[in-house]
């Protein structure tokens, strides 16, 4: 064991953390136990997320808010509740302002066509600009360009420096008095940076423009506190902070929800209908038209309520330590290249790779083979690949049950990936 290692002992019990999920138990490959480093993708789930879905399912399964018969309350009941753990999760000032998506994905389009559709002083047409930069997951990309070709809106974007950095030079000119919205990732899900919140918030604010944060790679990894960021929007999901696919969350401030039109219509979205015009429910349910993703909420719920026992802050400590350490381990690979920081500093537990010039598919295929779990392709983050001109990247994710010995194993995988290659 290194001396980097043993300094990590201590910081999280992974292993009782890790017996609450299943599939780190479960080996391929002739019995090779898996090593899941592909949390950026999607999470594990430890038992009590999988049981509050089953008992869900077994116990409640009933469509929520109409039913006044017993079990349709219960479902109710556990569908708000959900709602109301992730409003004391994110410290929202109002359980109201806590919408249920089916992904970040949605939240952020739910975002760029109410901007779409408003009335002024919010409405983004020809005369104004969008804002994003180019390290973005698509989805707060595509939404803004759908946006810009729709309504005739300038979208713009901050470039990244050589180290991995959003490029802030030319902020006063990027963020100008005909900016609308600026909507940027908290922590990139291929570089692993976190960017500065406060300066591009306190600029927007100068000149008067909606904040828009993706958080899908901070809100299952550190305290996510929406006061204390002062945006206006916060998106993220579920699957990636122990939670079932099929839930995302949009948080937006009170007094925006109630002035911003809805996205989607149809039921529970609605306060009347006639045949000649409609008027709309308060905000949450103005924008959760239908039946919504109620078992997934549950299940949202229950991981917030494991992540909570845990504490965010102790997560986040404990991935602090892992990605340092798996720093310096992959730099000590031969021909290895870290995209993005090369240091632990201000960066999530996200680390994306090149090996030389070993295709990044053929070097998660043979780690594969090891029951290494890593991800390879451009991440749904291309413009970046483009920024440093490579066709993909490798890329490792740690998370609350990772540990020194699956960065180990990576390594070791990596040495095995070089000798196969030659």
């Known amino acids: 064991m290194t001396d980097a290692r043993q300094g990590l002992t201590g910081l999280l019990d992974t292993e009782a953390i890790r017996k609450d999920f299943p599939i780190l138990d479960r080996t391929v490959h002739d019995g090779k136990k898996i090593v899941y480093l592909d949390s950026a993708a999607t999470s594990q789930k430890p038992r009590q997320v999988l049981d509050a879905l089953n008992t ?74 969008i804002v994003t930069t180019e390290m973005e997951h698509h989805s707060n990309i595509v939404p803004w360009q759908l946006l810009a070709q729709r309504t005739g809106a300038k979208l713009k974007w901050f470039g990244i420096t050589d180290d991995g950095r959003l490029d802030l030079s030319n902020i006063d000119e990027i963020i100008t008095e005909k900016t609308k919205i600026v909507s940027f990732t908290l922590v990139s899900n291929i570089l692993g940076t976190v960017n500065p919140v406060e300066q591009i918030i306190r600029r927007a604010q100068q000149v008067g423009a909606l904040v828009c944060i993706d958080a899908s790679q901070a809100a299952p990894h550190m305290v996510l506190d929406v006061q204390a960021l002062q945006a206006d929007f916060v998106a993220f999901t579920g699957h990636k902070m122990v ?8 948080w937006g401030r009170q007094e925006l929800l109630e002035d911003l039109p809805p996205f989607l219509g149809g039921g529970e979205m609605i306060e009347t209908v006639s045949m000649h015009s409609s008027t709309y429910a308060p ?29 965010m802050e102790n997560i986040h400590q404990h991935e602090k330590a892992i990605t340092e350490y798996a720093v310096k381990r992959l730099l000590e690979v031969p021909d290895l290249r870290i995209i993005g920081p090369a ?36 991440h749904c983050a291309r413009p970046v690949c483009l920024r440093y001109g490579i066709p993909a990247t490798t890329r490792a994710s740690f998370y609350l049950y990772s540990t020194p010995a699956e960065v180990d194993a990576l390594v070791d995988g990596l040495e095995h990936v070089r000798n196969f290659f030659g």
């Open 243 to 250: 939670g079932p696919t099929g839930i995302g969350v949009l």
């Open 56 to 129: 869900y399912y077994e116990r409640h399964n009933a469509n929520v808010h109409r039913g006044v018969y017993t079990v349709a309350e219960e479902a109710t009941a556990l569908y708000e509740g959900a709602r109301d753990k992730v409003a004391a999760f994110i410290n929202a000032p109002s359980r109201n302002e806590v919408i249920f998506t089916k992904n970040a994905s949605e939240s952020l389009n739910l975002v760029a066509n109410m901007l779409g559709w408003a009335d002024e002083p919010y409405r983004v047409d020809r005369d104004t600009e």
């Open 343 to 378: 240091t632990a500093e201000d960066r999530g537990a996200t680390i994306s790779f090149t090996l030389g010039d070993i295709h990044p598919h053929d070097v998660g295929q043979v780690l594969d083979e090891l029951g290494i779990c890593v991800r390879v392709g451009h």
């Open 283 to 311: 905000a949450p349910h103005k924008f959760e038209a239908g039946t919504p993703p109620i078992a997934q909420a549950v299940g949202l719920g229950a991981a917030v309520d494991y992540l909570s026992s845990i504490g």
